[in-house]
Structures are given as structure tokens and as C-alpha cells.
């Protein structure tokens, strides 16, 4: 009985140790994490999914754009009208680039200022009075001067004289009573012209015209009908300063 014994419990320790239970039972403990794994990943990709499905916006357009200024302001347009002799109106804020022009309405005795199209300032003016009528045309501005005295009449300062033409005719600061009285000049007045000068360049264009324009119609009007009747030709320096009026 007892060596049956023993070899019972042997056989049932080898077949313990080498039976097909124990070559099965490493797999199916092994199998069983993976599987417990797979249930995981599987809800956390389709969350990851969803998420980015939700978080995704669409493009946002962009803002259109502003819409341009108005080439006259109807509240500049009615100051302009109610000037007095030696009044002017000045924003030069209204458009800060593009090519100066200026228009000078002999009948209205006004002079307007546009930058790149846009009115940017308008003053009262005096020009040549009769026996010494300031030219009409289209002319580009010749030469720029500071402290321009003339030669021609008692010295008489010019303060910020810019040069038309060359046998004397010149925008500057001066008297402005509210009619011509001019040696054909165009006088402005002072603050205004210190203010002219300081945006303008050598070249800029300068319309005067018979016609009576308001500031909405001045520049196209001045297009349409200027010629071109001055010559940039040197001339004597003493002949320049002479001539002046």
C-alpha cells in the first residue's frame, strides 16, 4: 500500500508539472489581458474621434472692407461755403498720401486742396486785380521759397512763395480783403499758405480756372479743361526773383 501510494503521488506531481493543462493554461492567462486591452483602446480611439470631430470649426470669413472716404465731406462743403475773407478750412488728416493738386477758382475767389483725389483743405484767396489778371491754365509748381522777397515791387515779402511761371507768377501769403488786388499772384493767407507749403512738393499741379466750381466738381472741371502753359525752362536766377509779382 504504501509503495502504491508513493507512486501515485508521483505520477500525479508529473502529471501536474507536464500534463496539457499546464501547456495551456500560460496562453489563456495571457490572451485574456490582450483582450481587456482591446475593450479599452476601442472606446478611447472612437472618443478621440468624436473629439476631433467636434472641435473642428469652420474658416471664418474675413470682415469686408471699409469703405472709402467720401471725396468731400457735405460738413467741409458747407464750412467752405460760409468762409469769410481770409478764412480757410484745413484737414489734411482726411487722406495722408497720394499726389497734391490744387484748384483756384478766379470767379469764386477760393482755392481748393486735394491729396490723391480727396479734399483735404479750401481757403479764400485774392488774385490779380484788374490791369494784371493772374493767367489761367494748368501749371506745375517751378520752384518753392521760404522767404521770397520781390524785386519787382518795394521788396514786398512773399512768405512761402511757390513759383508758377517763370516771368512772375507764384501762390504766396498775403492780404486778403475778398476781392482781387493781386499783381496776378494768387495770395493766401498766411496760416494757410505756411500749412500748403509744408505738404507740397516741386511738380505738384496747380489748376486756375475762370469756371466756378464747387469742392465736389473743382478737380474734375480743372482736368477737363487745364492746359498746360508754363515752361520749366532755366531761366537767369535774377530774372526769377524779378519778375515776381
Known amino acids: 500500500m504504501i509503495r502504491s501510494y508513493s507512486w501515485s503521488l508521483g505520477t500525479a506531481l508529473a502529471a501536474l508539472m507536464l500534463g496539457p493543462a499546464a501547456s495551456t493554461s500560460a496562453p489563456a492567462q495571457v490572451a485574456e489581458p490582450m483582450a481587456a486591452a482591446s475593450a479599452v483602446t476601442a472606446p478611447v480611439a472612437t472618443q478621440a474621434a468624436e473629439r476631433a470631430t467636434v472641435e473642428v470649426a469652420p474658416p471664418v470669413a474675413a470682415p469686408p472692407a471699409p469703405a472709402p472716404a467720401p471725396a468731400v465731406d457735405g460738413d467741409m462743403t458747407a464750412r467752405i461755403e460760409a468762409l469769410n475773407p481770409g478764412a480757410f478750412v484745413w484737414h489734411p488728416e482726411r487722406a495722408t498720401a ?12 477760393i482755392a481748393y486742396v486735394y491729396r490723391g483725389g480727396q479734399l483735404i483743405g479750401a481757403t479764400t484767396v485774392s488774385t490779380g486785380r484788374p490791369g494784371h489778371r ?32 517763370w516771368d512772375g507768377i507764384a501762390l504766396h501769403a498775403g492780404a486778403i480783403p475778398g476781392h482781387p488786388a493781386s499783381h496776378g499772384c494768387v495770395r493766401l493767407p498766411l496760416a494757410f499758405a505756411r500749412e500748403l507749403y509744408s505738404v507740397t512738393r516741386v511738380g505738384a499741379v496747380v489748376h486756375i480756372t475762370d469756371e466756378a466750381p464747387s469742392a465736389e466738381t473743382a478737380l474734375a472741371t480743372a482736368r477737363g479743361v487745364g492746359m498746360a502753359i508754363a515752361t520749366s525752362a532755366p531761366v537767369p536766377a535774377a530774372a526769377m526773383t524779378g519778375a515776381m509779382r
Do not use: C
Request: charged content about 25%; cysteine-free; glycine content about 4%.
Open 98 to 109: 497720394g499726389p497734391i493738386e490744387i484748384v483756384v477758382s478766379i470767379p469764386r475767389q
Open 134 to 165: 493772374t493767367p489761367t491754365g494748368t501749371f506745375p509748381i517751378l520752384e518753392k521759397d521760404r522767404d521770397h522777397r520781390s524785386n519787382r515791387y518795394n521788396d514786398a515779402p512773399m512768405p512761402f512763395m511757390q513759383r508758377l511761371t
